[in-house]
């Protein structure tokens, strides 16, 4: 199931859910939407078949009515992995230019090293200074 985290970044509070990818929790996963400003997205990078169904909840996602003025940062972790996707890859194949009403960010990063974990989260920082 999801948990719930909070933390600070920067001055700013957040309140973090995290929702598991399983089929059956899926349709949970609105139930947290209400109040929600940003939506983390975190794609494997080396698992190009489940790309698909992460571009199909995306998509779902951004069309529910409690997401409508959210951003989005999708994280596109294990980049250390050898022929894994590059963010440009994943952009493409989630067709991130289609999105015209959420600003979004796709940052490549490696969460075993932290890599690229700052530059997300400094991208949501920008969006929140400048009244997103």
Known sequence: ??????GVFEESEAVVST???????????????SNTNF???????????RLTIAKDELYKMLKHEDLKKS?????????????????TQI???????????????IQPCCALSGEGLQQGLEWVTSQ???GR
């Open 1 to 6: 199931g999801p948990s719930v985290a909070r």
């Open 71 to 87: 951003s989005l940062l999708i994280y596109a972790n294990k980049q250390d992995i050898k022929d894994c996707m590059s963010s």
């Open 39 to 49: 939506v983390f997205l975190v794609i494997d990078s080396s698992d190009t078949e």
């Open 128 to 130: 929140i200074r400048g």
């Open 19 to 33: 929702q598991s990818t399983g089929d059956s929790l899926r349709q949970s996963w609105s139930t947290y939407y």
């Open 91 to 105: 952009s493409q194949t989630l067709n991130l230019k289609s999105i015209k009403d959420h600003p979004y960010h």
